[in-house]
Nanobody, 123 residues
Framework: VQLQASGGGLVQAGDSLRLSCAAS????????MGWFRQAPGKERAFVAGIDWRDGMTIYGGSVKGRFAISRDIAQNTVYLQMNNLKPEDTGVYYC?????????????????WGQGTQVTVSS
């Protein structure tokens, strides 16, 4: 599968953005899909994950209540709605596809990564 992330940009604190991750090559019928972000000089960190089969979701602690991950089965696309953005949300956001829900929060649980999309939040 190939993943194409889009939707990043430069926004002000308090604004919203919606990221998209379109998958091609095969359908995501049994996948775990995740969003991670990487700030300059820091490791890639888990943001949100969704089980494609039943829509179960999970979030990193810093984004709970502000971000929402969802999927469109027909479009083979996963979304990340980001509300009330903060400067600390700045980074490159990556979507990824894996197959083990128990590893949803860990980069090693994913086998395919998108190219990343930059999100910059100014104060």
């Amino acid at each position: 599968v190939q993943l194409q992330a889009s939707g990043g940009g430069l926004v002000q604190a308090g604004d919203s953005l919606r990221l998209s991750c379109a998958a091609s090559g095969r359908t995501l019928s049994e996948s775990t899909m995740g969003w991670f972000r990487q700030a300059p000089g820091k490791e890639r960190a888990f943001v949100a994950g969704i089980d494609w089969r039943d829509g179960m979701t999970i979030y990193g602690g810093s984004v709970k209540g502000r971000f929402a991950i969802s999927r469109d089965i027909a479009q083979n696309t996963v979304y990340l709605q980001m509300n009330n953005l903060k400067p600390e949300d700045t980074g490159v956001y990556y979507c990824a596809e894996g197959v083990q829900w128990r590893l949803v929060k860990h980069t090693r649980g994913y086998r395919t990564w998108g190219q990343g999309t930059q999100v910059t939040v100014s104060s």
